[in-house]
């Protein structure tokens, strides 16, 4: 069973939005930070944004900042990232995951400190 599904990706025009979501089936996980990541064709994966458990720290990549906006849902142990003002540069595939490290307050940007990941959920911005 999958432990993190994401969804909500696709086409979309330069310019456009897309609200991606990220469904976890383990209940522990409402207490643990999120975190977004994207992986571009030839390039290597690199952070989005990251939400502690509370809410009350999150981080964002400079190229996303003032654009993307995270959130997370602890009844539904859900994570968003609302993606406004798309560019054809966002075009990657979106990961979540989950940083399962006990009593964890931070929203990490290491990618190595995330123990859980989803499969992925393509996203696509054409000009």
């Known amino acids: 069973q999958e432990q993190l599904v994401e969804s909500g990706g696709g086409l979309v025009q330069a310019g456009g939005s897309l609200r991606l979501s990220c469904a976890a089936s383990?209940?522990?996980?409402?207490?643990?930070?999120f975190g977004w990541f994207r992986q571009a064709p030839g390039r290597e994966r690199e952070f989005v944004a990251a939400?502690?458990?509370?809410?009350?720290?999150?981080r964002y990549a400079h190229s996303v900042e003032g654009r993307f906006t995270i959130s997370r849902d602890n009844k539904e142990i859900k994570a968003y990232l609302q993606m406004n003002s798309l560019r054809p540069d966002d075009t990657a595939v979106y990961y979540c995951?989950?940083?399962?490290?006990?009593?964890?307050?931070?929203?990490?940007?290491?990618?190595?400190?995330?123990?859980?990941w989803g499969q992925g959920t393509q996203v696509t911005v054409s000009s």
């Open positions: 995951a989950v940083d399962a490290t006990p009593m964890s307050a931070m929203a990490s940007d290491i990618q190595s400190r995330y123990d859980y």
């Open positions: 383990d209940r522990t996980f409402a207490g643990y930070p």
């Open positions: 939400i502690s458990s509370s809410a009350r720290v999150i």
